[in-house]
């Protein structure tokens, strides 16, 4: 989109809001390219449904694979679950063995947002581009360099509450708690009303409502990645979209400023090329700046400064 700037004594005319048309109008181009199902209601930005979709995906690197003291999956699954294992350790692409929400911005995944774990089939042959559906998941949470798995579970009708029960983060406390260190309450000696129910955990999630959950020693710990907005989405992509414009917005008005300073007359301003890491931050972004005359472009590669 460009923007006309005509007597540019105001370097906010080409506006914050402006950065967020912007990446928003980026990240719908990508869901369509990549044909994920997603809300065009215009509700929901873009980008952050473009952000929900990649917090489901792995990226394919291989990882040290570690397993809480007690786990194991039942027999009829175990072959499917070294298969994943050994996935992850040659760092081969995980995905398809992920729920198939995984295609879809607009579905929230609660366990994930708020408990930081991923859910595995454990089928062994592939279909329409993933494993076979295993009534039994495991669960585990996923690093950049490791995976921990917690749990297996039988998931579907009859057993609609697992996303929900504590015991997944009982676990990672008594085990790895390092894992979930950052989400650990330590400013308060002790909470009222505290949350342990299956049924009050999910009852609240279910409202969009961000609470602290109580461990069985009385430690607490609030949502994985500052839980869910009234949207229902993690409040971390909101954060991010925001730090994100701004960050590119700044970079904008520097450059006008110096372009200014120089003496270029700039009458118009676009972005002309945008592109972001896997992780929502920009990757690279070029300015289209022109006098009305001549047109300047300006690139910048984020990933090297």
């Keep these: 989109m460009g923007k006309n700037i005509g007597n540019i004594s105001n370097l906010d005319l080409f506006t914050y809001e402006d950065v967020l048309n912007e990446i928003n109008s980026w990240a719908k181009n990508q869901l369509v390219l990549k044909n994920i199902n997603f809300n065009n209601s215009g509700k929901i930005p873009f ?108 998931h579907g009708k009859g057993h609609g509450d697992i996303w929900y029960e504590k015991d997944v983060i009982e676990i990672v406390h008594e085990e790895r708690p390092d894992l979930i260190e950052h989400c650990k309450v330590s400013m308060f000696e002790k909470l009222s ?10 009852k609240l999630r279910n409202a969009n409502l961000n609470t602290a959950i109580t461990l069985d020693d009385g430690i607490s710990y609030m949502p994985f990645n500052l839980g869910q907005s009234l949207a229902g989405f993690s409040v971390m992509f909101s954060v991010t979209m925001i730090n994100v414009a701004k960050d590119i917005h700044s970079l904008i008005s520097a450059t006008i400023q110096e372009q200014i300073n120089i003496g270029f007359q700039i009458k118009n301003c676009e972005i002309s090329q945008l592109n972001f890491l896997a992780d929502g931050k920009p990757k690279f972004i070029e300015l289209k700046l022109s006098d009305g005359k001549s047109d300047k472009y300006l690139e910048f590669d984020k990933e090297q400064t």
Excluded at 86 to 107: H, M, V, W
Excluded at 193 to 202: A, E, H, Q, V
């Design 47 to 154: 980008f952050v449904q473009y952000l929900n979709y990649l917090s489901k995906l792995i990226s394919s690197k291989p990882r040290r694979v570690n397993k809480a003291r007690n786990f194991e999956v039942n027999p009829e699954n175990n072959d499917g679950f070294i298969e994943l294992v050994k996935a992850f350790e040659s760092g081969l692409d995980i995905n398809p063995y992920l729920s198939k929400g995984i295609l879809n911005a607009k579905t929230i995944d609660g366990m994930l947002d708020n408990f930081g774990v991923k859910h595995f089939h454990l089928g062994k042959k592939l279909k329409d581009k993933f494993f076979k559906r295993t009534g039994e998941i495991a669960l585990a949470i996923v690093t950049n360099d490791e995976v921990f798995f917690i749990v297996s579970k039988q």
């Design 193 to 202: 009303n505290n949350i342990s129910d299956t049924n009050d955990i999910k």
